[in-house]
């Protein structure tokens, strides 16, 4: 069966192929009749017409694509964003090709021989940021997801408000009783955990505090195998409470405390940061700070439709909220 053209659209509704151009483009308005416009569309969907994109979007000299750059996808909420991200993509005629870094925050190969040609923009989390370099065409609008707005090129940042949520962790903890901590910090060098390690000090400095920091690799063995040295010596100077810059940290602290013969969280608290369908998986339940995920990746797809708009783009940090659960309990009496 022969594809319907916008001639035969033309033809069916009575009016010019430029009509039909202007009507199924969405520019009539002002130009067209209301009654015109919704002959075309009529004519369209009773001759199953379907514009050719590929030949608009060459004639624009636009993709309508855009490029989501995250760490590998092992981690569930970087899979949030790009459905966040998707959906408002597709609201607009757009599409979102994910670029997850192999190696998971390090730099990776160009997957495209020009990007220029290839997309409109991209959007990118400051934790792939490495494998931006390798991605050809510097000059495409980019928007940074949860990185330094002080820094870098790019035309917008969408942030969530870290260290916000680390006060609310720190003052769950202290009006538990805690005053000896151990942060388990994640040993990806990345502005957002720089960040959430700063809002700690700060948060605690005023309080007669005690607080080490033990980096891991972000990986539920990584962190255990950290933790269990980390607490392996008992004495007055353990830490009551342990802060861990994400969930899959916290989930290994947890396992680590077991296998010591620690309760969790008689004997310590553990709080994450991501509030992923891991913080529920585990037992007990853990009290973490919860990060809206799809909310950065739409905000993220608005500001740069925005950028490709001509519209300069500014917002305040996404909120963040601190989600209590049965991980954190009263510290313990000396």
Same mark, same amino acid.
């Given at each position: 069966?022969?594809?319907?053209?916008?001639?035969?659209?033309?033809?069916?509704?009575?009016?010019?192929?430029?009509?039909?151009?202007?009507?199924?483009?969405?520019?009539?308005?002002?130009?067209?009749?209301?009654?015109?416009?919704?002959?075309?569309?009529?004519?369209?969907?009773?001759?199953?017409?379907?514009?050719?994109?590929?030949?608009?979007?060459?004639?624009?000299?636009?993709?309508?694509?855009?490029?989501?750059?995250?760490?590998?996808?092992?981690?569930?909420?970087?899979?949030?964003?790009?459905?966040?991200?998707?959906?408002?993509?597709?609201?607009?005629?757009?599409?979102?090709?994910?670029?997850?870094?192999?190696?998971?925050?390090?730099?990776?190969?160009?997957?495209?021989?020009?990007?220029?040609? @290839?997309?409109?923009? #991209?959007?990118?989390?400051?934790? !792939?940021?490495? *494998?931006?370099? =390798?991605?050809? /065409?510097? +000059?495409? &609008?980019?928007?940074?997801?949860?990185?330094?707005?002080?820094?870098?090129?790019?035309?917008?940042?969408?942030?969530?408000?870290?260290?916000?949520?680390?006060?609310?962790?720190?003052?769950?903890?202290?009006?538990?009783?805690?005053?000896?901590?151990?942060?388990?910090?994640?040993?990806?060098?990345?502005?957002?955990?720089?960040?959430?390690?700063?809002?700690?000090?700060?948060?605690?400095?005023?309080?007669?505090?005690?607080?080490?920091?033990?980096? @891991?690799?972000?990986? #539920?063995?990584?962190?255990?195998? !950290?933790?269990? *040295?980390?607490? =392996?010596?008992? /004495?007055? +100077?353990? &830490?009551?409470?342990?802060?861990?810059?994400?969930?899959?940290?916290?989930?290994?602290?947890?396992?680590?405390?077991?296998?010591?013969?620690?309760?969790?969280?008689?004997?310590?608290?553990?709080?994450?940061?991501?509030?992923?369908?891991?913080?529920?998986?585990?037992?007990?339940?853990?009290?973490?700070?919860?990060?809206?995920?799809?909310?950065?990746?739409?905000?993220?797809?608005?500001?740069?439709?925005?950028?490709?708009?001509?519209?300069?783009?500014?917002?305040?940090?996404?909120?963040?909220?601190?989600?209590?659960?049965?991980?954190?309990?009263?510290?313990?009496?000396?």
């Amino acid at each position: 069966m022969t594809r319907p053209t916008s001639r035969d659209v033309a033809t069916a509704a009575g009016v010019s192929q430029a009509t039909v151009s202007l009507v199924l483009g969405d520019k009539w308005r002002g130009r067209v009749s209301e009654r015109t416009a919704g002959l075309v569309r009529d004519a369209a969907t009773t001759l199953g017409y379907r514009p050719n994109l590929a030949a608009r979007n060459l004639r624009l000299g636009t993709t309508r694509t855009a490029l989501l750059v995250v760490p590998a996808l092992t981690n569930e909420f970087f899979a949030r964003v790009y459905t966040g991200a998707a959906r408002i993509a597709a609201e607009h005629g757009f599409g979102v090709v994910l670029y997850p870094s192999p190696d998971g925050t390090g730099p990776a190969r160009d997957p495209f021989a020009s990007a220029r040609a @290839a997309l409109d923009g #991209v959007i990118a989390s400051s934790m !792939a940021a490495d *494998a931006l370099h =390798a991605i050809g /065409g510097t +000059d495409l &609008p980019l928007v940074m997801l949860d990185s330094d707005p002080d820094t870098g090129h790019a035309s917008a940042h969408i942030n969530l408000a870290m260290a916000d949520g680390m006060r609310q962790v720190t003052e769950h903890l202290l009006d538990l009783g805690h005053r000896r901590f151990l942060h388990l910090a994640s040993a990806i060098d990345s502005w957002t955990f720089d960040v959430r390690a700063k809002a700690l000090a700060t948060h605690l400095g005023p309080h007669h505090t005690e607080l080490r920091t033990v980096r @891991a690799p972000l990986s #539920v063995d990584g962190a255990r195998t !950290a933790m269990e *040295a980390a607490l =392996a010596t008992p /004495g007055p +100077d353990r &830490p009551t409470a342990v802060i861990c810059d994400d969930d899959i940290l916290a989930a290994g602290a947890c396992k680590a405390a077991r296998r010591l013969g620690l309760r969790v969280p008689e004997d310590l608290s553990v709080t994450g940061f991501d509030d992923l369908a891991l913080a529920t998986a585990v037992e007990p339940e853990l009290t973490t700070v919860h990060l809206p995920a799809e909310r950065i990746g739409e905000q993220g797809m608005t500001a740069l439709l925005a950028v490709l708009e001509g519209t300069p783009w500014t917002a305040p940090d996404l909120p963040v909220n601190l989600v209590v659960r049965d991980s954190s309990g009263p510290a313990p009496t000396p």
